[in-house]
């Protein structure tokens, strides 16, 4: 599958910011939808996942402040940024897979290309 991310950019601390990703072609749904981010020089890391059942899970960090929502037929995900904190600057990969949606890549699942977010305080 190819995944594509849109929504990315430079933000101020406290403002709100949209993610989408979108898979081309023509896939039966996904059974997991998710969000990682990549802050330099750390490693890749989960923000929010949902799957096809309608449960969702957003890391600690993030938790009060993002939402994860998928449109489960369109195989789309979003995620909603609020109050955006510098510490959430980073790359922001989509990632799908038919399985529980835990990052292992190809074969089990496709990246998108990422989108880079820069919050400044």
């Known amino acids: 599958a190819q995944l594509k991310e849109s929504g990315g950019g430079l933000m101020q601390a406290g403002e709100s910011l949209t993610l989408s990703c979108e898979a081309a072609?023509?896939?039966?749904?996904?059974?997991?939808m998710a969000w990682y981010r990549q802050a330099p020089g750390k490693s890749r890391e989960l923000v929010a996942r949902?799957?096809?059942?309608?449960?969702?899970e957003v890391a600690d960090s993030v938790k009060g402040r993002f939402t994860i929502a998928r449109e489960n037929a369109e195989n789309k995900v979003h995620l909603q940024m609020n109050n955006l904190k510098p510490e959430d600057t980073g790359v922001y990969y989509c990632?799908?897979?038919?399985?529980?949606?835990?990052?292992?890549?190809?074969?089990?699942?496709?990246w998108g290309p990422g989108t880079q977010i820069t919050v400044s305080s």
């Open positions: 949902a799957t096809i059942w309608g449960r969702t």
């Open positions: 990632y799908a897979d038919y399985g529980a949606g835990l990052g292992r890549g190809p074969p089990y699942g496709a």
């Open positions: 072609g023509n896939w039966t749904s996904f059974n997991a």
